[in-house]
């Protein structure tokens, strides 16, 4: 395997290029990342959409295998190279849906083998931290990270990026998600970055009676899930207002845990990720805290909230570039319950262009 500190210092100084092929949850997506400006080179993804209902694995599954040849060859003509070009393969073996990540660990084996590149595992949620970073250029913030299957308040300390707080149940965009599933608001759930619980809550007034958990710096939502579906169904208030009260709980709990870290660990950045960092709501409220508390808060662009291949390709080349997680292709295994906090982020505070 090649060593790369001697890798991204040979080749006459050439750049180190990789790309990440991401597939955890609904979305097939390939990024190539360059060590040198302009960064970014491909961003390639196509998300699978079902008819009605939730989303089943082994139909995610059977979508990205139809995907993910046409996906791999648009990102490497976005970035105007060919596979022999690449430093380096990199993908996302978890955490996520077993038959999803299995396509993508499957395309990722059969890349660094037929081209003989180094193959680098990337936590799927690193990935979102990492690219909150470099995007906001907020180097050591404390994160909060929620997605469809994520809640989870996280800093850096002694190596790795250690949850500070998270959800005991149910991860605030899958609650968002099963009420407007259940009264008939969605699929599709979000556009233009903004979920159908937004549009419905305008005009909304706050119901009495919901329950607001927080524990300690850990919160939960399928109480609050019951409670308004209950509400909904009995007809008793209107639906601007279950959903306004939905939203207003969901978020201000999440808001308060990551207020308690700023103030436990003492920094003064902080940055939302994942899926729901789409959400001009959620965003204006964490501003408003940070400002409270002196400290800084900037959004990752919408395009990047969700999930990408970019994210991981930018999260293999740092791995890459650090001789960390670089792995044989047959012991590239997934991992569907991959926690964040038992990563090492040997290159940390650095990104790529910054450091502080």
């Avoid at 390709?313 to 926690?339: D, K, V």
Wanted: with cysteine.
């Amino acid at each position: 395997m090649v060593n790369a500190a001697t890798r991204s210092s040979s080749a006459n100084n050439e750049p180190v290029i990789v790309l990440g092929i991401e597939s955890t949850a609904h979305t097939f997506a390939v990024g190539i990342v360059s060590s040198e400006p302009p960064y970014i080179l491909a961003d390639s993804r196509r998300q699978y959409v079902p008819k009605e209902g939730g989303i089943l694995p082994r139909e995610v599954a059977s979508f990205f295998s139809q995907v993910a040849g046409e996906v791999v060859r648009e990102a490497l003509h976005q970035a105007g190279i060919s596979a022999g070009d690449l430093s380096a393969i990199a993908v996302a073996l978890g955490p996520g849906m077993g038959p999803a990540l299995r396509v993508g660990a499957t395309v990722a084996r059969a890349l660094a083998h037929y081209f003989h590149k180094p193959l680098v595992s990337v936590n799927h949620a690193v990935a979102h931290v990492e690219i909150a970073r470099f995007l906001t250029g907020l180097l050591d913030p404390v994160v909060l990270y929620v997605s469809g299957g994520n809640t989870t308040v996280l800093s850096f300390r002694a190596g790795r990026y250690r949850v500070f707080g998270e959800t005991l149940d149910i991860s605030l965009g899958n609650m968002l998600d099963t009420f407007a599933r259940e009264t008939g608001l969605g699929p599709p759930y979000v556009v233009g970055g903004e979920h159908v619980i937004d549009r419905c809550s305008r005009g909304g007034e706050f119901i009495s009676g919901f329950p607001y958990v927080v524990k300690g710096q850990d919160v939960s939502y399928s109480g609050l899930l019951t409670a308004a579906l209950r509400a909904y169904r009995k007809g008793l208030e209107p639906l601007k207002n279950v959903c306004y009260t939905l939203r207003e709980i969901g978020f201000s709990s999440v808001v308060e845990v990551t207020e308690r870290c700023l103030a436990h660990v003492g920094k003064r950045q902080v940055v939302l990720t994942g899926g729901v960092a789409a959400n001009d709501e959620l965003n204006r409220k964490l501003e408003i805290m940070a400002q409270v508390h002196g400290a800084r808060f900037k959004r990752i662009p919408k395009k990047y909230a969700g999930d990408n291949g970019v994210m991981i390709a930018l999260t293999g080349l740092l791995s890459y570039m650090s001789s960390y997680n670089i792995i044989e292709p047959h012991r590239a295994f997934i991992r569907q319950r991959w926690r964040v906090d038992r990563v090492n982020i040997p290159w940390y505070p650095k990104t790529l262009g910054r450091s502080l």
